[in-house]
């Protein structure tokens, strides 16, 4: 965070922002939990008083994200924590900086495009690419099971791919757009179990995790 940020931050915090539930990248805020971060519209006004040139963004489908994330990565990240995201201009490695960045307020991490070993990776794997890797394993007969690489948090492993692409698609932001094909095979076989369960991809994730917490081998 540069010193411009800082101040917008102070800024903030001042007008009675909780700036935790709050994303401030590239000049624009992005409301995470709109009732949490007290972020009314008096105060909006009072904030471009100061700061006209930056856009707050209050979109649903944003906090709904911010929301699907906060619990997953919970229990993956720590107090001071040093975080690796890739600079690319992928939609879930932009994501990834604007969903973390308030957690450098709410847990003193730090978020680095430099890679070392000491450093925890925040992998951009997103809900579909497990559901697609189970469905894999299941049609080669293998062990349906999770493998987490070490030393690497998956913060987006709830998220649609859909609500990815929507909500990239709603900002002014300029990006790369994914290279995820999802096989056509497994693609149809998780389009016909949609059929019968609702949000599959979904329960197809949380029957392995289930699995793996309660697997005797």
């Not at 189970?134 to 859909?162: F, W």
Request: aromatic share 12%; charged share 30%.
């Amino acid at each position: 965070m540069n010193n411009e940020e800082r101040c917008v931050i102070k800024t903030l915090n001042k007008l009675g922002v909780d700036t935790r539930y709050i994303s401030l990248y590239q000049n624009t805020i992005y409301i995470n939990n709109l009732k949490f971060s007290k972020f009314s519209r008096k105060r909006e006004e009072e904030f471009h008083e100061e700061y006209p040139e930056i856009q707050v963004i209050r979109l649903k489908l944003f906090q709904k994200i911010c929301i699907k994330v906060s619990r997953t990565i919970k229990n993956q990240i720590h107090p001071r924590d040093e975080i690796y995201i890739s600079n690319d201009s992928t939609p879930e490695n932009i994501l990834l900086h604007i969903l973390l960045e308030p957690y450098q307020r709410k847990y003193g991490i730090t978020l680095t495009d430099t890679y070392d070993s000491s450093k925890i990776i925040a992998n951009p794997k997103f809900l579909d690419e497990f559901a697609s890797e189970y469905i894999n394993l299941m049609i080669s007969g293998r062990k349906i099971t999770d493998t987490y690489e070490k030393n690497t948090i998956y913060p987006l492993m709830h998220v649609h791919y859909d609500w990815i692409n929507d909500w990239i698609k709603s900002t002014k932001l300029k990006y790369t757009p994914s290279n995820y094909k999802p096989d056509e095979n497994v693609q149809g076989i998780l389009n016909f179990l949609e059929k019968h369960i609702p949000n599959v991809n979904e329960s197809i994730k949380q029957s392995v995790t289930y699995l793996d917490e309660n697997r005797i081998d």
